[in-house]
Each structure stands twice: as structure tokens, then as C-alpha cells.
């Protein structure tokens, strides 16, 4: 019997050489001390033993279970550290690896000019205004000394919702109405600027469109005079499009100013010479603009005699363009990424 153990503990401790983890370990120990294994069946011999034997033998086969269990343990605090020793090994984050690229959005071309268009003004001390695109005729035409046979209020030009109300009922066709609704509920003195959306009738093409955008500004105070719109928009160019550039006014009409004109920039492309951008002229048209008409004041209640205001509006998707070089009014409404990975 004795042999019989002493193999056992051999072929224990050969078969621990070949455990490479604590599965075939845990199948080992069971195969050599479980219920069935080869050291019961040496204790179920015992009982063949003469008694006298027995106690002896007893003794022996528990020493060999200790020896084997003493084995095994030890095997096992090995395959253990073992076993996470690869864990750790195939979990390893290399923490100098660069990490992975987080893709930043950027701003719109038009959001990043009209950004820019706010904030020259607010640091001239302009509040922004809110204004409805759903707009009565009135504030969108009446108010601002626009007549109804107006080229403008033609059924081509704008897009009516309503024609059967007293007040029909417009997508507004310019944000002059702002100019309206802000003088209504405001004391002068008034300094606002509205940037917003503006539809008309227009078939899409390179240089219509629909939908498209625009800022009104609004000064409206005791003693203001066409040196201040003239002062207010050259600085405005300079600051828009560099130091360089100079501004000029030439006359023009609007109903709803008096004298009216349009603001240009000499081109900063070329420095005035003529280039493809200003399509050699020179100068480029910025905006419209003029001292705001004593009918329009009258309409919301502010007196003529007191008061004065200058106004201006101009279109944020042509000076985009102008800026940024673009050619297409359409391709800023296309959403092609690769166009708007430019402006990151
Ligand atoms: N509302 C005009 C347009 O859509 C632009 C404009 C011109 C606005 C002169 C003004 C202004 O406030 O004074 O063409």
C-alpha cells in the first residue's frame, strides 16, 4: 500500500507540471482526492487490513492526502497569479497611446458672420430685438410708408398665407418690421439691431433664394443726424472687413427712410482696384440704409419734432459670401459637410 501511495504522490506531482490552469487543476483533485479518486479507493481498502494494521495505515494514507493537498494548494496560488498575471497583461491600456480623435463641430459660415455683425454692434451699445416671420402686412409694408401698389407687395414678391382677412397675413419679406414693433412698445432713445429669417418669391439660384437672411438696425433719438448713420457704418466697415477699408454712401430709395442710401466698401480683395470679387468696380454693396422717414415715426406714435432715427439693413448670406469667397447662394443651404469642414 505503502508504494501504492508513494506512486500516487509521483503521479501527483508529474500531473502538476502539466496544469496550466486552475480548470485542469480543479480536475486533478478530484481525479486524486474527490469521492471516486484513487486515494478513497486506497482508504476504502483499509478495511481489508488486519485491525491491528489499520490505525497505522490510517495514518499513512492521511499524510499522503496532506502531501497531496499541500501539493495542490500550492500549484494553485501559482496558476492564480498566473491566471491575472495574463488578465492584466491582455486588459493593459497603454495610457501614452495618443487618444482618439473627438470630432469638434464648428459654426455655420452665416451663424459665424452674423456673430461677428452682433457683436460690432452691441459694442456700439445696440440691444438685439425679436421680430415675427409671420407677419400682418401692415407692420411688414404699411408702417414702414410701403404703398399697396408697391412693386414689393406683389403676389410674386411675397408669400402670402392669408388674403381674405383685413390684415393678410405674410411671411414678412424684409426685418424692417422689427423697426415697427420695437418703436410701438419703446420710448426712444432706441439703438437695436434684428437679425433674422426673410422669405420671398424667388425661384432658387445661384444668387436667390427663398428663405434667406437679414439684419436690421434702428437708431432713434433727439439729434440724430446722417453724420451718425455716416459715422456708424464706416466704422461698421472698417471693423467687418479690416482698418483699410473706407465706406461711402450713395443715394438711394427706400420708402421708409429719408434720404435713403446704400452703403458700399471699397473692395479689400484688391484694394480698390478691381478684381473678380468686386467685379472690377471696385466697391461693394453692403447695405441699405437712411434717416428714418417722419411718416414711420408718426406711425408709432414718436413725434418728428423731437425725435430723429437713422436705419439700415443689410443681407448676411451675400456678405458671407462676399467674406468667405463663396460663388453659389445655394451651396451654404446644402449642408455638405465636406463645405462646412471649412469653417471648424
Ligand atoms: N428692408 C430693406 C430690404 O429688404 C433693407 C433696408 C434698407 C433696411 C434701408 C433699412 C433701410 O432699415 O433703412 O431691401
Redesign the pocket.
Known sequence: MEQKLNELVENCISKLKDCQNLNSLNSLKIELLGKNGELTQILRGLKDLPPQERPQAGKIINKTREQIEKLINEKEIVLIELELKNKLEQERIDITLPAAKVSRGGLHPQTIVRNRIIEIFTSMGYSIEDGPEIETEYYNFEALNIPDDHPAKDMQDTFFITDNFKHNIILR????NT?IRVMEKTKPPIKMLNPGR?YRCDDIDATHSPMFH?I???VVDKGISMCDLNGTLSAFIKELFGEKTRARLRPSF?P??EP?VEADASCPFCDSEGCKICKGVGWIEI????MVNPKVLENCDIDPDVYTGF???LGIDRITNILYGITDLRIPFENDIRFLKQFR
Open positions: 419679406s424684409q426685418t424692417s423697426q426673410v437679414q436690421e438696425g434702428l427706400f421708409f427712410t435713403s447695405l441699405g440704409a437712411g436705419a439700415f439693413g
